[in-house]
């Protein structure tokens, strides 16, 4: 299943949350999309997990109680004009 993470943390959390990040290897770093740099101290991640809690323990453990992790999907042309019809 597909979810979006939002990592929210502070900016004296920061290097520790990309730190503890980085730990969990480059391919968990490259799924993240941080704010950062511009004085929004959250990390956006869409990842492939089994279940929520595997998506949680993708987020630093810093920072893991805070995140928001949710289930999401795509839509075809033919769902949406479905949706029209109901």
Not at 22 to 36: E, F, N, R, S, T
Request: proline letters at 6%.
């Amino acid at each position: 299943m597909t979810y979006h993470i939002e990592s929210p943390h502070t900016k004296e959390e920061c290097l520790q949350a990309l730190d503890e990040t980085l730990a969990g290897g480059p391919q968990l770093l490259v799924q993240y999309d941080w704010g950062c740099m511009a004085g929004e101290h959250v990390g956006w991640a869409t990842v492939e997990a089994g279940s929520e809690s595997e998506a949680r323990n993708m987020v630093p453990a810093l920072v893991r109680s805070k995140a928001r992790i949710t289930p999401v999907s795509k839509f075809t042309p033919s769902q949406i004009e479905s949706f029209h019809r109901m």
